[in-house]
C-alpha cells in the first residue's frame, strides 16, 4: 500500500547515524501504544509496542519511550541502516474503546 | 501461520459497479480490523469485530460500505456502489484483543 505522501514530514539520516522518530497523541485515556513501519507496496509491519505502566522499552536496535505527562512517544533507532527508510507511525489503543488509531505517520530516508 | 491473507491484491472497477474484498485473519486472534489508506487521509480504521461481532462501525464512511464476518476465519468489506473517491488501498489487520496488530498486504482499489 501506497503510503500517504506528499504532507509526511521527513527526517533524513546518514547511514550509521541514530534517528528519532517522534510522535505525539492526544488520547490521555490510551494504555498501549505501538509503533509500526511500513515499505512501499506493504502493509505496516509491527515492530515494538509499550503499555502506558513503562517509560522505555528496548528491542533490537530499537527503543521506543513513553512520556504520559506530555502524552509524547518516540521511536530510537540506533545505526540505522538503508533497509530502514520507510514510513513510521505510531499507533494508540484504549483499552476500553478496543481501537487501534493511527498518526499521520514520518518518512524516515536513510542515505549512504 | 501465513499471516493475514487479503484478496484479491488488486481491483478494478467501474464506478457504480459493488465491490468485495476479502480477509482471512491469523488462527486464533479474535479481533479484526479493517483500515482505509489515503494520502490525504492517512491510515483510517473502517470498523472492527471482536469475537465476529461489530463492535464500533462509526469510521465507515457512508452506508454505501458494509462489513461482515461470517465466521472467526473470514471477513469481507463491500462497497456498493463503488465511486472514484473509493480509490485507496484497503488493508485487513487481525490480533488478539486488539494487541500486536498484524495487517495483511492491502487490497488497492481503483473506480474509474
Known amino acids: 500500500g501506497e503510503s500517504v505522501g506528499l504532507h509526511l514530514p521527513t527526517l533524513s539520516v546518514q547511514e550509521g547515524d541514530n534517528s528519532i522518530i517522534n510522535c505525539a497523541y492526544s488520547?490521555?485515556?490510551?494504555?498501549?501504544f505501538i509503533w509500526y513501519k511500513q515499505e512501499s507496496g506493504k502493509g505496516p509491519q509491527f515492530i515494538i509496542d509499550i503499555r502506558s505502566n513503562m517509560d522505555k522499552r528496548q528491542g533490537q536496535r530499537v527503543t521506543v519511550l513513553l512520556n504520559k505527562t506530555v502524552k509524547h512517544l518516540s521511536l530510537q533507532i540506533a545505526a540505522t541502516q538503508p533497509g530502514d527508510s520507510a514510513v513510521y507511525f505510531c499507533?494508540?489503543?484504549?483499552?476500553?474503546?478496543?481501537?487501534?488509531?493511527f498518526g499521520a505517520g514520518t518518512r524516515l530516508a536513510v542515505h549512504p | 501461520d501465513a499471516g493475514v491473507i487479503q484478496s484479491p491484491r488488486h481491483e478494478v472497477t467501474e464506478m457504480g459497479q459493488e465491490v468485495t474484498l476479502r480477509c482471512k485473519p491469523i488462527?486464533?486472534?479474535?479481533?479484526l480490523f479493517w483500515y482505509r489508506q489515503t494520502m490525504m487521509r492517512g491510515l483510517e480504521l473502517l470498523i472492527y469485530?471482536?469475537?465476529?461481532?461489530?463492535?464500533?462501525d462509526s469510521g465507515m464512511p457512508e452506508d454505501r460500505f458494509s462489513a461482515k464476518m461470517p465466521n472467526a476465519s473470514f471477513s469481507t468489506l463491500k462497497i456498493q456502489p463503488s465511486e472514484p473517491r473509493d480509490s485507496a488501498v484497503y488493508f485487513c489487520a487481525s490480533s488478539l484483543w486488539g494487541l500486536e496488530a498484524f495487517f495483511g498486504q492491502g487490497t488497492r482499489l481503483t473506480v474509474v
Open positions: 469485530f471482536n469475537n465476529n461481532v461489530p463492535i464500533d
Open positions: 488520547n490521555s485515556a490510551s494504555d498501549y
Open positions: 488462527s486464533g486472534h479474535n479481533s
Open positions: 499507533a494508540d489503543f484504549s483499552g476500553g474503546y478496543n481501537k487501534l488509531i
